[in-house]
């Protein structure tokens, strides 16, 4: 009974900015690792942003500087503030968290994913 949910995508123009984000809810002991990938049409999904639960971050390269991921661990939730978009930023992105049930039990768990396009 444990869900994600996105929001803050939609239609942005190249070099504009979008906030995402997702919302952990359910029986929730506690929330390791969060993050975001992302799925354009065509091709496979792939890691955008990562955060743990201590603060520490990881980017893919080609959102290193543009992109910023952070957390709220008292709400359960995970934002990416996204600048200088680019048209090839264009995909649908999902939110991604490890959340434990227990402390013997965890979950990697998705959402079902808000679509963000950059075109003009």
């Known amino acids: 009974q444990v869900q994600l949910v996105e929001s803050g995508g939609g239609l942005v123009q190249p070099g504009g900015s979008l906030r995402l984000s997702c919302a952990a809810s359910?029986?929730?002991?506690?929330?390791?690792?969060m993050g975001w990938h992302r799925q354009a049409p065509g091709k496979e999904r792939e890691l955008v942003a990562g955060i743990t639960s201590g603060g520490r971050t990881n980017y893919a390269e080609f959102v290193k500087g543009r992109f910023t991921i952070s957390r709220d661990n008292v709400k359960n939730t995970v934002t990416l503030q996204m600048n200088s978009l680019k048209p090839e930023d264009t995909a649908v992105y999902y939110c991604?968290?490890?959340?434990?049930?227990?402390?013997?039990?965890?979950?990697?768990?998705w959402g079902q994913g808000t679509q963000v396009t950059v075109s003009s």
């Open positions: 359910g029986s929730i002991f506690s929330i390791s690792d």
């Open positions: 991604n968290a490890r959340i434990w049930l227990n402390t013997f039990r965890n979950q990697n768990s």
